[in-house]
C-alpha cells in the first residue's frame, strides 16, 4: 500500500525502514544489512538514516553496493535509484563552520571532528552511503531529503533562518537552511557551493519535543525551502504536549510529506525504561507484547490525519513471517488514511497510557487548550495568531466586545506567520475585546486586546 507523499510527485510505501535499531545498534547476532535487502524485496521504498547512527549509513553502502545502487559503477540501476527515497539527516544547525558562538546552539558533532556544519553533513552522508567514507562521493549521488533533525527550542529556529530573515553575506554567519538550499538548487548565493552541485532534492526537519517550535519552524517559511517533516507520534501523544492536533495538521496544510517515527516511543512501550536507547541491549527484537500488540500501535499512528508513512527500525528479520519483525510491521502498516474509526484509536490510547503511561519520555509536558496568540489591531481588523490545542482539535475562534460576541472564525491551520486569522468589527475605545479559541470538546481559551 503507497500513499501520496504530500507535494511530491512520488507514492510512498506505508511502512519505511527506520535507520536505527540493529542498522544502528547492531547486535552481535545480527547483520543489518539483509534486513536493508529484505525491506527492498517487501517492497519498501522509503529508507531512513542519519549522520548521529553510528555504522547506519555504512551499512546502507554494504547494501546498495549488492543492489548496484552506486553512481558512477558499471551496473548502476538508475532505475531502481529513482523508485525509492533516501533520507538522512543533520543535527548542525548552522551552514557555515568556523564561528566558535555557534557551539552554544545545539551544534553536535557526535564525535565526528570533520563535521562543522550543515553541508558537512549532507557530504558525509554521501561519502558514506555511495562513495569512500574518507569524504569522496560518486557523480550523481545524492540524497532524496535531508532532515534538520530533532529540533526542540525556538532559539534553534532563529539560527536556522539566518541568511534568510536576516540579510544574506557569505562572510558572515549563515544557517542551515540557506545553506543546504545551495545544494538542493545548484546555487552558490552563500559561496560554499562553487561547483553548483546539486546533493540534496529536497529539505526538512525532525521533531520529537516542542510542537510550538515545530509550529514556528514552519511558519517562518517563507521561502519555499521545508517540504518534508519527521515527527514523534504514537497512541501515548496526547499524555504530553501532542503532535496530531497542533504540528501535523499545519505541516499537512502546507503540503508537506510526513513521515511518523517513534511508534513503539523507541521501545519504551515495551523492554525499555524511557529514554534514548544507547546501546545493543536496548533493540527490541519481539513482535509486540501480549498487552501491547504492535499492529494496532502501527494502525494508530498511520491512520493519525496528515502521516503518509512511518519509519520503525527492525531488531531482527527471520525466515518464518510469523517471526520476522519487517513483515510482520510491513503487513501491519497495509491501513487507509482513514481505517481506524475515533473509538478504536480511544480504546487503544487508553490501553497504552494503561499500560505504559510514562513512554514518551522525549516529549514536551502536556500544556492543554492555549489562548489566540499575538492579538492586536489593525485598522478595524482584529488579528491574531493560532492557539494550540490540547486533547481536543480547535475548532473555531469566537470574538467577543464586552462580553457579547460579534462573530467567529473557523480554525484552520495557520501554515505562515504572514497569514494570520482576521475578524473585521467596529468597536469604542475603552470596549473590551477578547478572541476566544473554542475546541471540539467544549473547552475555551480567551485572550484580551491591549
Not at 510491521?329 to 487507509?336: G, H, L, T, V
Amino acid at each position: 500500500m503507497k500513499r501520496k507523499f504530500g507535494n511530491f510527485d512520488f507514492e510512498v510505501t506505508t511502512l519505511g525502514l527506520g535507520g536505527q535499531a540493529s542498522l544502528q545498534w547492531t547486535p552481535a547476532d545480527v547483520d543489518p544489512v539483509p534486513i536493508i535487502l529484505k525491506a527492498f524485496k517487501l517492497g519498501v521504498n522509503y529508507f531512513d538514516t542519519s549522520n548521529l547512527y553510528a555504522g547506519s549509513q555504512l551499512n546502507y553502502n554494504k547494501a546498495f553496493k549488492i543492489l548496484n545502487l552506486i553512481p558512477g559503477e558499471s551496473n548502476y540501476d538508475e532505475k531502481l535509484r529513482k523508485s525509492i527515497w533516501l533520507t538522512s539527516k543533520t543535527c548542525m544547525r548552522w551552514g557555515k563552520p568556523g564561528w566558535p558562538e555557534r557551539k552554544n546552539v545545539n551544534n553536535w558533532s557526535n564525535g565526528m571532528p570533520d563535521v562543522k556544519c550543515a553541508v558537512d553533513d549532507l557530504k558525509r552522508s554521501l561519502s558514506q552511503v555511495f562513495g569512500d567514507n574518507k569524504g569522496g562521493y560518486p557523480e550523481g549521488a545524492y540524497l532524496d531529503m535531508i532532515l534538520i533533525h530533532t529540533l526542540n527550542t525556538t532559539d534553534e529556529v532563529n539560527v536556522l533562518y539566518e541568511g534568510l530573515e536576516t540579510p544574506l553575506d557569505p562572510n558572515e554567519n549563515l544557517g542551515a537552511l540557506v545553506a543546504l538550499r545551495d545544494f538542493r538548487d545548484g546555487t552558490n548565493l552563500t559561496g560554499m557551493n562553487p561547483k553548483n552541485e546539486k546533493l540534496v532534492r529536497h529539505i526538512g526537519f525532525s521533531g520529537h519535543n516542542n510542537p510550538p517550535a515545530m509550529v514556528d519552524m514552519i511558519q517562518r517559511d517563507e521561502y519555499g525551502i521545508l517540504e518534508g517533516m519527521l515527527i514523534a507520534i504514537n497512541a501515548n501523544d496526547k499524555t504530553k504536549y501532542n503532535m496530531q492536533h497542533n504540528v501535523i495538521p499545519v505541516a499537512a496544510a502546507k503540503g508537506m510529506g510526513i513521515i511518523g517515527m517513534k511508534v513503539f516511543a523507541d521501545a519504551a512501550m515495551y523492554h525499555k525504561e524511557p529514554r534514548w536507547s544507547r546501546d545493543p541491549n536496548d533493540v527490541f527484537r519481539k513482535i509486540g507484547t501480549p498487552e501491547l500488540p504492535s499492529r494496532p500501535l502501527i494502525e494508530y499512528s498511520l491512520s493519525t490525519p496528515g502521516i503518509h508513512t512511518l519509519i520503525i527500525g527492525i531488531g531482527q528479520i527471520d525466515d518464518d513471517p510469523m517471526k520476522c519483525q519487517l513483515i510482520q510491521n510491513f503487513y501491519s502498516a497495509q491501513i487507509n488514511p482513514n481505517g481506524m474509526p475515533e473509538n478504536e484509536r480511544k480504546r487503544i490510547e487508553d490501553q497504552a497510557t494503561l499500560i505504559k503511561p510514562k513512554s514518551n519520555y522525549f516529549q514536551m509536558e502536556k500544556v492543554g487548550l492555549t489562548a489566540p496568540g499575538n492579538l492586536r489591531k489593525e485598522g478595524n481588523k482584529i488579528v491574531w495568531d493560532t492557539a494550540l490545542a490540547g486533547d481536543a482539535a480547535v475548532a473555531t475562534y469566537e470574538v467577543l466586545v464586552n462580553g457579547i460576541k460579534a462573530g467567529e472564525v473557523k480554525h484552520q491551520p495557520q501554515t505562515l506567520k504572514s497569514k494570520p486569522f482576521i475578524f473585521e468589527t467596529s468597536f469604542k475605545t475603552g470596549d473590551k475585546v477578547e478572541v476566544v479559541a473554542v475546541d471540539r470538546s467544549g473547552g475555551r481559551a480567551a485572550v484580551q486586546l491591549a
